[in-house]
């Protein structure tokens, strides 16, 4: 701070009739410097681990066997590039994240539209669905794998018994579908809390005139709620992807990521890498490999797919 | 050959600084995963006026939750030591030991590692030698310890860690229902026994499953039954040139067996059962026999356990081999950094003496002694009596272990269930998701196996340069 404000005191002394522009800028620092602790903090706390990580993943080294970290170069990177489980983890982690979003979107929406009438009950009803946001996501996690998913002593095994089905052993048999169950019960009151957020910021008078000019309450909700729903919708889910994309909680619990590696995402496999295999340049290579993939990924997706960001440059341009 | 260790030559300072930041670092990359690793929490054990504050690192088994709620009787006798336990479960307990251990980040006093960690950390110098210690304490008498157990903690003849219980493994059934069924339990029996018995006693519609085998992902899990299967059908990870056999005929005939048994006679959903499934999947009757550690037969016994009384135990079932049992300790060892080694070992031969075991019978009942560390334990009375159908089965599983000569032909590592390499947790974990994947049946046990041998190959290289 002091290396940039110190040449703008020597320009003022140098030149007097600039001092009205180096009162201007001490303005600005003025404004600015009460935010300088939050940067350097999320420096610290960001950008200095982002470095050592890729210091770490330029070496071998193996925290079970002693001596070991060498200097590879580029070689870890090399790995992670042939390496079949990494790719397939990307293709998981994909594969969770639009799924899982995309169910608990639209059960969101329906259970916002049936939140947005009055009825008895409704307070409570809306608590009880909003709970599951509210659970640690590894209770959660235990909850499904055992209580529910058990083949021996789970609820929906023994729903099935009274059928006169044969249980299911789901987490092995459907892994994946096991897991997207978990993270979508877990992430449809998160949606659905912001859509119906969505749903009674809307102005009544325009779906009663609606109703007035005879539209059918179809044509209505798609002609008029969903569109006011749009940024409702793009927020909801982007925030959702974000969150759901490093989903570790559910996977950990329910899984372990298999059946040999059929939902192993990328942050379980750099877990796996890491805290069962040990190998710390490899997984730092992983490491730094997902967040530059996560960036450009986040980038191109938010210019191009959201419009909240898009109207939010025009404002600005 | 020529490898530049660049965090060895920095320094005291900096290494210190890159140690912290690697748990740290790694967790941030991996988009937050865990919180940083406790180095630093607490500082050092210091030598205060005050006494010696000693940090313990346990695995949190039930066992070693009896030794939490006995340490007041040690602290009484040495009122100026205290002991601060660290309880994690094993795979992360593993994970912050060898974290901790191996870039001496002298984190902990006293650690609990295992026959599988103790020789290679004594070679490479990160654990102390506890055979002058033992010397000086009186009436310790390691001469009492299991010979197989002291031998697989022992390095070059002295032992770097202390056994704190020891298991092998054995075939716990139901007597009630093998008599039901007409069927009679020999007394060493072979796996093809073993598995008509399974085909005879599974009742798909009762809920009882013919044997309960562990599935679940992880070295410590579903390959150590497994590896003792690979081991008596003939089989073994690498030949002498440390070539990798994991396609070879007798691996892939003992791999597709465990497959089959379990898959059609075995628990539901094996993909996902492990040790603990498979404990409570027996002690609620819902299987007529499970090949296990030795270890559980005491909660099965014990008091209020559905199916006390009930079970015979019998030894590993083998094909090729005479015995198949695995062995393994969870054992106490003091890490090379502690500046408090003298107060550590007053704790770990408290905690591991004869004294301790007869405290555990009588404050907290005979049965629930730490099995399998003394030869001694078997000669209490008390115990032999509450322990009375497993007590044997279990000394002689332990003693007729042999890691040196795990399979038919010879190998160049030790270890039955495990390999006692650096490389083997690594190998052993994606190897193990392997097989539960062909045991889930989302893969064939052949391509199982070639993803294995392809994992095996790079640690062979290694071994082979």
């Known amino acids: ?317 | 050959m020529v490898r530049r260790s660049v965090f060895r030559s920095g320094g005291v300072v900096r290494r210190s600084v890159l140690r912290s930041g690697v748990a740290c670092a790694l967790g941030a990359a991996a988009l937050a995963l865990t919180g940083c690793s406790v180095a630093g929490a607490g500082g050092g054990a210091g030598s205060g006026p005050h006494g010696v504050a000693l940090r313990v690192a346990i695995v949190s088994n039930p066992q070693m939750q009896d030794v939490e709620m006995l340490i007041k009787y040690f602290e009484r006798e040495h009122p100026n030591i205290k002991v601060n336990f660290v309880t994690l479960p094993e795979n992360q307990s593993r994970a912050t030991v060898t974290d901790a251990v191996s870039t001496h980040s002298n984190e902990f006093d006293v650690v609990m590692i295992s026959n599988y960690e103790t020789p290679m950390w004594a070679r490479y110098g990160w654990i102390t030698n506890l055979q002058p210690y033992i010397a000086r304490t009186k009436g310790y008498d390691e001469n009492d310890f299991i010979p197989s157990i002291r031998k697989s903690l022992s390095y070059r003849g002295a032992m770097y860690s202390v056994p704190f219980y020891g298991e092998s493994s054995f075939l716990a059934y139901r007597k009630d229902l093998f008599a039901k069924a007409g069927l009679h339990m020999p007394a060493h029996p072979t796996w093809p026994q073993v598995a008509a018995f399974a085909k005879k006693l599974d009742d798909k519609k009762k809920g009882v499953a013919g044997i309960c085998l562990r599935g679940d992902s992880g070295w410590g899990e579903n390959l150590a039954p497994l590896d003792t299967v690979i081991n008596t059908f003939g089989g073994r990870w690498f030949n002498m040139r440390w070539q990798p056999q994991l396609t070879s005929p007798s691996v892939e005939r003992a791999v597709r067996f465990y497959v089959h048994l379990v898959r059609n006679y075995g628990e539901p959903g094996p993909g996902e059962a492990g040790f603990s499934e498979c404990a409570t999947n027996y002690e609620q009757g819902n299987a007529a026999m499970w090949y296990d550690a030795t270890s559980a037969a005491g909660t099965l016994e014990a008091k209020g356990s559905p199916v006390a009384g009930k079970n015979g135990y019998a030894p590993a079932p083998v094909l090729k081999t005479k015995h198949s049992g695995w062995l393994y300790t969870w054992s106490l060892a003091i890490p090379k950094t502690s500046p408090a080694k003298r107060a550590a070992w007053q704790f770990i031969s408290w905690a591991t003496s004869k004294a301790y075991i007869k405290l555990v019978g009588r404050k907290l009942g005979w049965s629930n002694l730490p099995p399998g560390s003394r030869l001694s334990t078997y000669r209490i009375p008390q115990y032999l009596k509450a322990a009375k159908a497993f007590a044997k089965p279990t000394l002689t599983a332990i003693e007729s272990a042999d890691p040196q000569h795990p399979t038919v032909k010879p190998v160049p590592y030790t270890g039955v269930q495990f390999l006692d390499i650096p490389e083997f947790q690594d190998l052993g974990t994606r190897v193990s998701q392997q097989i539960t994947a062909a045991i889930a049946g989302g893969e064939s046990v052949k391509s199982a196996l070639q993803a294995s041998q392809q994992y095996a190959q790079d640690v062979g290289k290694e071994h082979r340069s």
């Open chain 1, 1 to 317: 701070m002091s290396a940039t404000a110190a040449p703008a005191q020597r320009v003022a002394t140098r030149r007097p009739r600039g001092a009205e522009e180096a009162k201007a800028r001490r303005e600005r620092w003025a404004r600015r410097g009460p935010l300088l602790p939050a940067l350097i903090f999320l420096i610290i706390v960001t950008q200095i681990p982002f470095v050592l990580t890729v210091f770490y993943s330029l070496f071998s080294w193996d925290l079970a066997k002693p001596g070991s970290p060498h200097w590879v170069g580029l070689s870890n990177y090399g790995a992670v590039f042939t390496d079949p489980v990494f790719f397939a983890a990307v293709l998981h982690t994909v594969e969770i994240t639009f799924i899982s979003v995309g169910i608990a979107t639209l059960l969101g929406l329906g259970l916002a539209v049936l939140l947005d009438r009055a009825f008895v009950g409704r307070a409570i009803v809306r608590t009880l669905l909003i709970s599951p946001f509210l659970i640690l996501p590894t209770a959660a996690g235990l909850i499904w794998k055992t209580t529910l998913l058990d083949p021996t002593y789970g609820i929906v095994n023994w729903i099935i018994r009274i059928f006169g089905g044969t249980p299911v052993a789901f987490v092995t048999a459907q892994p994946m579908a096991s897991v997207i169950a978990t993270v979508v019960w877990q992430w449809t009151p998160f949606e659905m809390l912001i859509l119906l957020a969505g749903l009674q910021s809307m102005p009544r008078d325009v779906l009663e005139a609606a109703r007035v000019d005879g539209a059918s309450a179809l044509a209505s909700f798609r002609e008029l709620t969903l569109p006011h729903l749009r940024s409702y919708l793009e927020l909801g889910i982007l925030l959702g992807a974000i969150y759901v994309v490093n989903t570790f909680d559910a996977i950990y619990m329910v899984t372990q990521g298999g059946p040999g590696t059929e939902t192993t995402n990328l942050p379980y496999y750099i877990y796996q890498r890491a805290f069962l295999g040990f190998e710390v340049g490899q997984s730092a290579a992983l490491g730094v490999v997902t967040v530059v993939g996560t960036l450009i990924v986040a980038s191109v997706a938010l210019r191009v797919m959201f419009s909240i960001f898009i109207e939010d440059n025009t404002a600005k341009a």
